[in-house]
């Protein structure tokens, strides 16, 4: 039956999340966060520990408290909405998934169980310098020599670089393939000799870095899942985190509608509300039919992913669809707001800068209506 | 949260695709055109065939002739024959009138009117907007005044879709000339053959007459076709908008997206200097876009059924939730409607039965230009896209009026 409705336990964690970050998480604090090198506060970080998000979607046996993917999402809006700038994402959405989906039982053993009582930050290296967004475009290289793998290249805008502890790279072992057949993936710890960082000025203020490998020399146990075969456990992990992105943006444009309306509610011009024109109106009745429509798509894909099914067409039209549409309702935003939301001490530039960075982050909108033309059978 | 389908509706679905194997739309020459909506063109006998299955009151009381099923049956059985393009529109306001006889009809207006209209056999239309009252609806003019057992009706009435090939109306007159018109106005049910009454086709920018005039001159209409409460109609005429608002719009992601597989096939055939259309990146981009905006679309659609299904009344306590899907699925109907035309490029401008018109011989000949140019009265018929986004504005997000 068709049913928007989350459940009571999901219904919880949306309540305890919001609550959570109300409390914990002002906008002064994410300003600091922004200026911190770091970009991260261990004492909040400890604190979502604690209420066992790190490990949200990690089976038991690693310490994790065996959510579903969709609990993953509804955390992930959450802090959409509260506009959280932290190495959740890169660490429990992106790098865990991975090593979950291709590590061995060793590795899963040592590394899971650090990640769900959060001593352990991780990363993925997948994006090298590029005209355009493209996953597949891989140039690092691992050689074998020995009993250690020599990796040479650069990748850029690699989350939370600088502070993670390992990073999970893509490298292409297998010259002679294309695309992401003839990749591997190793762990690599951040102060293995050869590897530097540069933290790159984003306009958001995230933490996002060139990463250089120079002559870096990797154990051969550090290689995840099988040689070669690093574009398989790629694709899944992608896929999910591409969705928990899409339902992080979600959390954000309807924090962004919800700030708007309340404003043109209060704030009087001409002697009535600004909220009681037409042109004002439009405006946020657009904000609202946009965000409605996102809502449905981001959790319908959530829920064939965490199933299993085939949704590559979904997962595609969710991020084109809300990258677009949160662009539009910051712009919307703005226009309601005036001039008072265009200044930097506002709560709306943090949002509006962060909605690009989202846009960008896995592929934006025209990345993926291409792979929507594909699966239309263009 | 949920979004599939038990396997009880799946069969509602593959029992859809056999009737439409059985009666394919192709056989049932339209009065009118499909419009685009979804719900196809106008066939008398088309209708006639699905009340003979029952269809039409599938969800209405089983004591009318109906099926008793829930709403949600409603929705698949619609949102199925979309996929064909069944031309179901003779039937559009059977779908409204009978949830409106059903909340608000006489015992006898039941017996009377509804088992004929399970049965395709009673054709309405809506007499409502007036040359001076559209959006603004207070503005109207049309009078029923008592006398005896009747209320005599003076007025005219325009815009009225199907009316000229309807049996009965569904009137909303002035009873009240002194009250506030929100509690002055009643609604009736008018035989169309009644003395008095002369109805006058309109041609719409499609050429064809889509609508009609409707002018009311001493029209005796009996006390007893008063349809719920006297001076209450204007409230009921709201929620019987629902609909058009709702399921006039549901089947919107369906019919788009049949169009959309159609342009897909068509730009993979056809080339230009060598080069299959489909490489264009520009129809690439666009055509996924539009794929995208259906999706979008079902979900808003989705969410409508899914309150109705829990027994929300949607049509009193949420309408703008309707209002929501109404706008989307009527501006994305004006977008896909001018793509489908940009990627025929000049051949689009060609009527059916032209040299040189697309698709020739086949039943999508001449469809795109009628729908292109119908296209921008879609988001004026049932309540405009304006005044749905001023619904939207007060309701969902409870901003001041003026």
């Known amino acids: ?286 904000m609202s039919i946009e965000v409605k429509g996102a809502r449905y798509i981001i959790y319908k894909t959530a829920l064939e992913l965490n199933e299993g099914l085939p949704c590559s067409f979904d997962i595609a039209a969710c991020k084109a669809w809300i990258s677009d549409a949160q662009y539009r309702i910051c712009l919307r935003a703005h226009e309601v707001f005036g001039a008072i939301g265009f200044t930097e001490e506002h709560d709306l530039p943090l949002y509006t800068r962060r909605a690009k960075t989202q846009e960008l982050t896995l592929g934006d909108s025209r990345y993926h209506r291409e792979v929507v033309a594909c699966e239309l059978g263009m | 949260m949920d979004f599939s389908f038990t396997p009880e509706q799946e069969k509602l679905r593959q029992e859809v695709r056999d009737f439409i194997k059985e009666h394919p739309p192709e056989n049932y020459p339209c009065e009118l055109e499909d419009e685009g909506y979804g719900f196809g063109g106008c066939s008398r006998e088309f209708t006639r065939e699905m009340g003979k299955k029952r269809w039409i009151g599938i969800s209405w009381p089983k004591e009318y002739g109906g099926l008793g099923r829930p709403w949600i049956d409603m929705f698949i059985l619609k949102d199925e024959l979309a996929r064909y393009a069944a031309p179901t529109m003779a039937h559009f306001y059977i779908d409204s009138m009978g949830v409106s006889i059903v909340a608000h009809g006489t015992e006898e207006q039941k017996k009377e009117f509804l088992p004929k209209m399970a049965r395709g056999e009673l054709i309405w239309a809506t007499a409502l907007s007036e040359p001076d009252a559209g959006s603004d609806l207070f503005g109207m003019k049309t009078t029923a005044v008592r006398k005896g057992d009747d209320f005599i009706v003076n007025g005219n009435k325009v815009w009225n879709t199907l009316s000229h090939f309807s049996d009965w109306l569904l009137l909303l007159a002035i009873t009240d000339p002194e009250a506030p018109r929100a509690r002055g106005m009643s609604t009736f049910v008018v035989d169309v053959k009644t003395p008095g009454i002369t109805l006058r086709p309109v041609a719409d920018m499609t050429f064809s007459e889509s609508f009609a005039e409707i002018f009311f001159d001493e029209v005796k209409v009996p006390a007893k076709n008063l349809l719920g409460p006297l001076n209450r109609g204007f409230a009921q005429t709201m929620e019987s908008l629902e609909g058009d608002r709702f399921w006039g719009r549901m089947v919107r992601p369906v019919a788009t997206r049949r169009m959309l597989d159609l342009m897909v096939q068509y730009c993979n055939e056809t080339k230009h200097n060598g080069v299959p259309l489909s490489k264009d990146t520009v129809i690439r981009d666009t055509l996924a876009e539009l794929a995208i905006e259906i999706e979008v679309c079902r979900g808003l659609a989705y969410y409508v059924i899914s309150l109705i299904d829990k027994g929300i009344n949607v049509s009193l306590e949420a309408s703008h939730e309707e209002s929501i899907l109404k706008t989307f699925a009527d501006e994305l109907g004006r977008r896909a409607a001018n793509v489908w035309m940009q990627i025929l490029g000049p051949k689009g401008q060609l009527w059916k039965g032209s040299k040189y018109v697309p698709f020739e011989g086949e039943p999508f000949e001449g469809v795109i230009p009628f729908q292109y140019l119908f296209a921008p009265g879609v988001g004026l018929a049932g309540g405009t896209t304006q005044m749905q986004r001023q619904t939207i504005a007060w309701r969902d997000l409870g901003l001041p009026r003026a």
């Open chain 1, 1 to 286: 039956m068709i049913d928007f409705d989350l459940s009571e336990e999901q219904k919880m964690l949306q309540t305890a999340a919001r609550e959570f970050f109300d409390t914990n998480y002002p906008k002064t604090l994410v300003r600091e966060l922004i200026k911190d090198p770091k970009g991260y506060f261990p004492e909040l970080w400890r604190r979502m520990v604690k209420l066992g998000w790190m490990g949200i979607i990690l089976p038991e046996k690693y310490g994790g408290s065996g959510g579903t993917f969709l609990d993953l999402c509804i955390l992930c809006e959450e802090m959409g909405r509260a506009c959280l700038v932290d190495p959740f994402f890169s660490t429990v959405v992106v790098g865990a998934p991975i090593i979950l989906e291709a590590g061995s039982d060793e590795q899963k053993q040592k590394l899971l169980p650090q990640v769900a009582s959060g001593d352990l930050i991780l990363t993925l290296a997948l994006t090298e310098p590029s005209p355009k967004y493209d996953p597949y475009f891989v140039q690092t290289g691992a050689k074998l020599d020995g009993a250690n793998y020599v990796i040479n290249g650069v990748k850029l805008f690699v989350e939370n670089a600088h502070i993670a502890d390992c990073i999970i790279l893509v490298a292409r072992t297998d010259k002679s393939k294309v695309r992401d057949e003839g990749f591997t993936l190793f762990l690599i710890d951040t102060k293995t000799p050869g590897l530097s960082h540069t933290l790159l000025k984003t306009i958001s203020g995230d933490k996002q870095c060139e990463v250089v490998f120079n002559n870096v020399r990797v154990p051969k146990e550090n290689v995840l899942g099988t040689l070669n075969e690093g574009g398989s456990y790629l694709k899944e992990a992608l896929d999910k985190a591409t969705v928990a992105k899409c339902a992080e943006m979600l959390g954000s444009a309807q924090k962004i509608v919800e700030m708007s309306v309340d404003y043109a509610k209060e704030r009087v011009q001409f002697g009535h509300p600004i909220g009681s024109y037409q042109a004002i109106q439009w405006l946020c009745a657009d």
